[in-house]
């Protein structure tokens, strides 16, 4: 078992930045992806960035591409999610969630059906 903790969310103005974080606990030797999800008010959940634990190639969605940066510290068991250049359609609540299987391919670390593990979710409100 993983459980996973976010924080770091906020209210924030447009423009600003946040740093999500992640800490992982248990199992997490059995970590293979870490991902980052959102579902802003009213929508789906949707993907916004992975991380593979062990070799660190990261992934993006395109609407998040050159603002956000997803790194982790192995050590700490913790995955950060940094967010620059913040729009009002960044608005959701932020969620991170773990696998233990090693996924490269958009088909899956893009899944939210996919990952076993969830943490609570931390809230994030870009202003005008």
């Known amino acids: 078992q993983v459980r996973l903790v976010e924080s770091g969310g906020g209210l924030v103005q447009a423009g600003g930045s946040l740093r999500l974080s992640c800490a992982a606990s248990?199992?997490?030797?059995?970590?293979?992806?870490m991902g980052w999800f959102r579902q802003p008010p009213g929508k789906e959940r949707e993907f916004v960035a992975a991380?593979?634990?062990?070799?660190?190639?990261?992934y993006y969605a395109d609407s998040v591409m050159g603002r956000f940066t997803v790194s982790r510290d192995n050590a700490k068991n913790t995955v950060y999610l940094q967010m620059d250049s913040l729009k009002l359609e960044d608005t959701a609540l932020y969620y991170c969630?773990?696998?233990?299987?090693?996924?490269?391919?958009?088909?899956?670390?893009?899944?939210?059906?996919?990952?076993?593990?969830w943490g609570q979710g931390t809230q994030v409100t870009v202003s005008s």
């Open positions: 969630a773990a696998d233990p299987t090693v996924y490269r391919t958009n088909l899956y670390y893009t899944n939210s059906r996919i990952y076993d593990y």
């Open positions: 248990g199992d997490t030797f059995d970590i293979g992806t």
């Open positions: 991380i593979i634990w062990s070799g660190g190639s990261t």
